[in-house]
């Protein structure tokens, strides 16, 4: 039920696109059709109308209009890789298990972070439980991720899951990093698949790349500006072969746009529009 301080008749409130019932939400997370219904998870604050305590939201639905809000799917673990907030990241099918992959952080400033692993066995997938020896085994670059490591992309590809995340080196460039894996718990990395041409202190955010048609796509999440990077290629061995560029959105009205295919084989993208409104005004509304 939403917070007793929220007006439901307040006209700034969407009802067509999804939100939670109340506090924070941002990045849409672990997007996934699960035996036929659609799930949605999303960076999400239940304690307040703010950023912080990043804990991933839930909801269903059976058309990706009408959605139904189920319980708090992943919440940060006290002394564990994700004490300080489960952030984003994404769902595969491993033969019948769903298994999100996320990124775990900790530290003062959120400046540890690391890839973690939970399973769900539940037709809802509304219990999940969290790998005992989390985080994932994997080498992390330190001159690639000085800047950070995080939003791990995870898909299928030629008989190995494959991850795409997003890093940057201060003073250096946003990169898009390529890993890979037999099993999703032990990730070899592989190269730089994709950096930027601008210097700066920034992180590519919540990287997708999936192939479309003959072609295969590259999307990035632009700090500095808030907005989208596309990029559309050829993949050709664990290279990415950008061809044409363009960009969606501008001045942060959409963001952290993650994709997935659902069982009719469309190719599906949820996206974050960000708020315009003064912090105080999230806070007094109960909503953000």
Not at 29 to 50: M, S, T
Not at 240 to 248: A, D, G, L, S
Request: glycine letters at 8%; charged letters at 15%.
């Amino acid at each position: 039920m939403p917070a007793d301080n929220i007006r439901l008749d307040d006209p700034l409130r969407p009802h067509f696109h999804f939100l939670p019932p109340q506090n924070w939400m941002n990045d849409p997370n672990g997007l996934i059709q699960w035996h036929g219904r659609y799930h949605l998870f999303y960076q999400h604050n239940p304690h307040a109308a703010v950023w912080g305590d990043i804990h991933w939201g839930h909801a269903v639905s059976d058309d990706l209009v009408h959605w139904e809000h189920l319980p708090i799917a992943l919440a940060p673990t006290p002394n564990s890789p994700d004490a300080r907030g489960v952030w984003s990241g994404c769902i595969v099918d491993n033969n019948g298990i769903a298994t999100a992959i996320y990124t775990g952080v900790t530290g003062d400033q959120h400046q540890k972070q690391v890839v973690c692993i939970a399973t769900s066995t539940n037709e809802n997938l509304v219990t999940w439980e969290k790998h005992a020896q989390n985080p994932v085994q994997m080498e992390i670059p330190a001159h690639l991720t000085s800047a950070g490591f995080r939003d791990p992309y995870v898909w299928w590809h030629e008989g190995q899951w494959k991850m795409v995340i997003g890093a940057g080196t201060r003073g250096g460039a946003e990169h898009v990093l390529l890993y890979a894996s037999d099993d999703l718990y032990q990730w070899e990395y592989i190269d730089i698949l994709f950096s930027s041409e601008n210097q700066n202190d920034y992180v590519y955010e919540c990287p997708n790349f999936f192939k479309l048609g003959n072609k295969w796509v590259l999307m990035v999440s632009v700090m500095s500006e808030s907005h989208v990077e596309v990029f559309v290629g050829l993949f050709w061995q664990n290279h990415f072969i950008p061809e044409t560029h363009t960009r969606i959105g501008k001045d942060g009205s959409f963001f952290a746009p993650l994709t997935f295919e659902d069982d009719h084989h469309r190719r599906i993208m949820i996206g974050w529009i960000r708020e315009q409104r003064p912090v105080a005004q999230h806070q007094a509304a109960g909503w953000a």
